[in-house]
């Protein structure tokens, strides 16, 4: 199996100079790419039309979480950019995610998933603002809202995707950040699996970021990824 496009290389530059000096490197048929919050601020819409034009995938991840209207006209704004994927926070609730739905409801609009509990926090994290279930349940629940509104999946750990595809579409898509190949450091990541454990569990997407673009030399980085995965 190829894994190549199973890899989303998240591309966290603080400017796009760095961006595109380290894209010069990585070729797009070996992976996709992620921009977030950081570097589209910096840098907007014009480099994400840049990234796309050289031929790579774009997931646009900008968590979007407002009132159904401002979302749906911003997943509008961002699918005129040509972007392969998109996200919001499953927990804006459901007529949020149903206009979301609506606004992307047309042939060849980006995968649009659902963010369900940020890998960065624990259960002490959800206590903290009044969710008294754990993480996995409460990625249960925001799940089912996804799959209820018609998304095409859901950003979530690896440590859950075994218990989601049982209750998920098999065609829904599990995109799994907090991955960390082996000797790799987990940072500020709490629930982190290795690359190859997260696909033989159900991840279809794995998001991978410092461990890549912080490498002396990404492009081996990402060599060693796959070949760990294909291992």
């Known amino acids: 199996m190829n894994y190549n496009k199973q890899i989303i290389v998240a591309l966290d530059f603080p400017t796009e100079k760095a961006c595109l000096d380290f894209l010069k ?3 797009p048929a070996r992976c996709r790419v992620k921009v977030g919050k950081e570097l589209f601020t910096r840098c907007g819409p014009a480099l994400v039309k840049k990234i796309n034009a050289e031929g790579y995938d774009v997931f646009l991840d900008l968590k979007f979480h407002d009132i159904p209207n401002t979302v749906a006209g911003a997943l ?3 699918a005129d950019l040509g972007v392969w994927m998109v996200n919001v ?3 804006g609730g459901k007529a949020m995610l149903d206009a979301s739905r609506e606004a992307l409801n047309y042939q060849q609009a980006p995968l649009l998933i659902a963010v369900t509990v940020l890998t960065s926090m624990g259960i002490e994290d959800l206590s903290q603002i009044a969710v008294i279930n754990t ?3 409460q990625v ?4 089912s809202l996804a799959v209820n509104s018609g998304l095409d999946g859901v950003v979530c750990s690896a440590q859950e995707t075994d218990f989601l595809r ?3 579409p098999s065609d829904f898509q599990l995109v799994t950040p907090g991955i960390r190949p082996s000797g790799d450091s987990a940072n500020d990541q709490k629930r982190v699996v290795s690359p190859r454990l997260a696909l033989e569990q159900g991840s279809n997407f794995l998001v991978i970021g410092r461990p890549i673009t912080q490498a002396s030399n990404p492009s081996e980085k990402l060599d ?3 070949q ?3 291992a």
């Open 228 to 230: 760990e995965i294909e």
């Open 140 to 143: 249960q629940v925001l799940a």
């Open 224 to 226: 060693s990824i796959i």
């Open 76 to 78: 509008k704004a961002a």
């Open 135 to 137: 993480p996995q349940q």
């Open 166 to 168: 049982l209750q998920c």
């Open 25 to 27: 490197n990585i070729d």
């Open 89 to 91: 926070h499953a927990s």
